[in-house]
């Protein structure tokens, strides 16, 4: 897929003073504009942050906070311009640019991003006023049911093998997202904590010092078990160097016992942690696999890998503990 173009950007450009000569052709990500420019000549990454500028600004709160605590995350670069700022109708942003490696799939690297997961929630029970607050869904039924007839075409065409058993259980999951998985979530008096609710491998730069989040550009004021489950389903999505495949159980463990260093789950989260995984199935897991058909990815074979095993992905051998 072509990478966005840099040329409708130019406002931004200037306002954060990136010279001609420095401003990129194309972007970074092939869904988003993401520009690794010169601001004020640092090397940076210019992109659209995710929320209007008050939540921006409110989420970059948010990282200055972790960063002053040792947490190692991406802060907006301090210079003369605003920054997050509101250019046209949208919000940017900028950050310095984070020397490192990508995740490998080792089990070092798995470690290490449980370890820092389990950091930024810790350190994030409270977070700045102005966050945005995870919002849980208002669904009709024929709403569910056509998110599913609209992914059955897609993993007949591409993961044939697995369809039927795919779609059997995402439909149960889905009939019983609004009546039982959301209510028992929502009202189980759940921990909450400005949560990254994208902690995923191709968001981690591992430098000398272990992963840095390079984009906390989607933290929301949420449960802290749906940000887990969300790392157990879709960490090692749309990263070339992951396995594709979500956690296997070995690999969960490492992950979830990193994660035990710095946070332990309540009795109510441990109950609740299976509703958690199917949730995040129906909502997120289902939204990675119809968007795949819009972005290109199932024709990708290392994502379709991944994508077909995403639809089978469930809560069964991947517990979590106290």
Not at 164 to 187: G, K, Y
Not at 218 to 234: I, S
Not at 292 to 312: C, K, N, V
Request: glycine fraction near 6%.
């Amino acid at each position: 897929m072509p990478l966005a173009s840099s040329l409708p950007y130019a406002d931004v450009f200037a306002h954060f003073g990136v010279a001609r000569a420095d401003r990129p052709a194309r972007s970074l990500h092939p869904h988003s504009p993401v520009f690794r420019c010169r601001v004020d000549g640092t090397e940076a990454v210019l992109k659209r942050a995710a929320s209007p500028e008050p939540a921006a600004a409110a989420v970059a709160g948010w990282t200055r906070a972790l960063a002053a605590r040792g947490v190692p995350v991406v802060t907006p670069l301090d210079g003369p311009a605003a920054n997050p700022a509101t250019i046209g109708e949208e919000a940017w942003v900028a950050y310095p640019w984070v020397e490192g490696r990508p995740y490998s799939g080792a089990e070092a690297d798995i470690e290490a991003a449980g370890d820092l997961l389990g950091r930024l929630h810790a350190h994030s029970a409270e977070g700045p006023a102005g966050v945005p607050a995870f919002t849980w869904p208002d669904h009709e039924p024929a709403d569910l049911e056509a998110d599913l007839d609209a992914l059955r075409p897609a993993l007949e065409q591409y993961a044939p093998a697995v369809r039927q058993a795919a779609t059997a259980r995402l439909e149960r999951w889905s009939r019983s997202l609004m009546t039982r998985l959301m209510p028992e979530l929502r009202d189980g008096g759940l921990p909450h904590v400005v949560a990254s609710m994208d902690f995923k491998a191709n968001n981690l730069v591992y430098s000398g010092g272990g992963p840095v989040l390079v984009d906390p550009e989607n933290a929301e004021y949420a449960p802290r078990l749906l940000d887990l489950a969300l790392a157990l389903l879709l960490f090692h999505t749309e990263s070339p160097g992951a396995p594709p495949r979500p956690f296997t159980p070995r690999e969960w463990a490492v992950f979830h016992g990193a994660y035990r260093r710095h946070c332990t789950l309540t009795a109510a989260e441990v109950a609740a942690w299976p509703a958690a995984v199917r949730y995040m199935q129906v909502e997120w897991g289902v939204w990675t696999l119809l968007d795949a058909t819009e972005s290109g990815d199932w024709a990708d074979p290392h994502q379709r890998a991944f994508l077909t095993a995403l639809a089978l992905a469930g809560p069964d051998d991947r517990p979590v503990r106290p």
